[in-house]
Nanobody, 125 residues
Framework: QVQLVESGGGSVQAGGSLRLSCVAS????????MAWFRQAPGKEREGVAA???????SYADSVKGRFIISKDNAENTLYLQMNSLEPEDTAMYYC???????????????????WGQGTQVTVSS
């Protein structure tokens, strides 16, 4: 079983930056895909970015060029660097993991097996 603990959310003005972190329990068996999702009030949950066990990444069009997903295997930590934040980025952000995925592109990722509890990001104009 994978346990995920998120941190790094907060309030920032438009144009600012935040870095989210997700610490995962050690996992040494098989392939995996990790991703960030977000959900704003009154809107559907959407995928933001994903990274597979080989380091390949994918991004939603809405954040491409502004957000960077990365991971540190030695520290079992997933990151999301968010730059040039906009009010539309305001949402609860969730770390998620899919074990033994067939694919990891954020646009085609299977339903994650595990979820973090979320961290709130608020961007003011």
């Amino acid at each position: 079983q994978v346990q995920l603990v998120e941190s790094g959310g907060g309030s920032v003005q438009a144009g600012g930056s935040l870095r989210l972190s997700c610490v995962a329990s050690p996992y040494t068996y098989g392939r995996y895909c990790m991703a960030w999702f977000r959900q704003a009030p009154g809107k559907e949950r959407e995928g933001v970015a994903a990274i597979d066990d080989d380091g390949s990444t994918s991004y939603a069009d809405s954040v491409k060029g502004r957000f960077i997903i990365s991971k540190d295997n030695a520290e079992n930590t997933l990151y999301l660097q968010m730059n040039s934040l906009e009010p539309e980025d305001t949402a609860m952000y969730y770390c998620a993991a899919r074990i033994s995925p067939h694919m990891c592109a954020i646009q085609a990722l299977e339903r994650p097996n595990y979820w973090g509890q979320g961290t709130q990001v608020t961007v003011s104009s």
